[in-house]
């Protein structure tokens, strides 16, 4: 089993609906995760964290974190076609230190 | 404030020569990190320094990787006798000291290696 998984789509959505990119982690202890973006031959941006279970909202992004089902969601509402990209979890595993252990990341393709 | 920086931003190179990267991070960050990432895979751990000390390499850093801060300011990333194995884009990230903040990792645009 991975340390962390996503489905590498793509995932297709209209412009206008909500995106939602889910990642499942196997570590229990995890406590840190985040998600970032990458375009196309880009590097990784961070554009959210969430420590606690429950949701974080940041504009039209919203995180989710269940500890107990070991996943973390981005949700995006009122897609649009520049948020075409792939989306990475990452998280801090357990004894871990500061590194960053990603998935694989899905690719998301918001259609005009 | 300007972002963490990568030089050079492209290299080919031929197998079993030897390549330099060097990076820059986010001034007054005093963590900063090297990952690699492959097509199609998400960034992989390489290794860490706080200030000049190398805290922590990835079993993925064959003898054939050093890294270097030797003043706690850019690091340097060697890679001894590539492999067309090595190609790949080598990402830098930084992160600041400050408390809830130390976590957030701010990657440089990479340095892409083509090993032919």
């Known amino acids: 089993q991975k340390e962390v998984e996503q489905n590498s789509g793509p995932l297709s959505v209209p412009e206008g609906a909500i995106a939602s990119l889910n990642c499942t982690y196997s570590d229990r202890g995890s406590q840190s995760f985040f998600w970032y973006r990458q375009y196309s031959g880009k590097s990784p941006e961070l554009i959210m964290s969430i420590y606690s279970n429950g949701d974080k909202e940041d504009g039209r992004f919203t995180a989710q974190l269940n500890k107990a089902s070991q996943y973390v969601s981005l949700l995006i509402r009122d897609s649009q076609p520049s948020d075409s990209a792939t989306y990475l979890c990452a998280v801090i595993l357990t004894g871990g230190g500061n590194k960053l252990t990603f998935g694989t990341g899905t690719q998301l393709k918001v259609e005009l | 404030d300007t972002g963490v920086s990568q030089d050079p931003r492209h290299k080919i190179t031929k197998r079993g020569q030897n390549v330099t990267f060097r990076c820059d991070p986010i001034s007054e960050h005093n963590r900063l990190y090297w990952y690699r990432q492959t097509l199609g895979q998400g960034p992989e751990f390489l290794t860490y320094?706080?200030?000049?000390?190398?805290?922590?390499k990835s079993r993925l850093l064959s003898d054939r990787f050093s890294a270097e801060r030797p003043k706690g300011s850019f690091s340097t990333l060697e890679i001894q006798r590539t492999e067309q194995g090595d190609s790949a884009m080598y990402l830098c990230a930084s992160s600041s000291e400050e408390a809830g903040a130390y976590l957030f990792q701010y990657f440089g645009p990479g340095t892409r290696l083509l090993v032919l």
């Open positions: 320094f706080q200030n000049e000390a190398q805290l922590e």
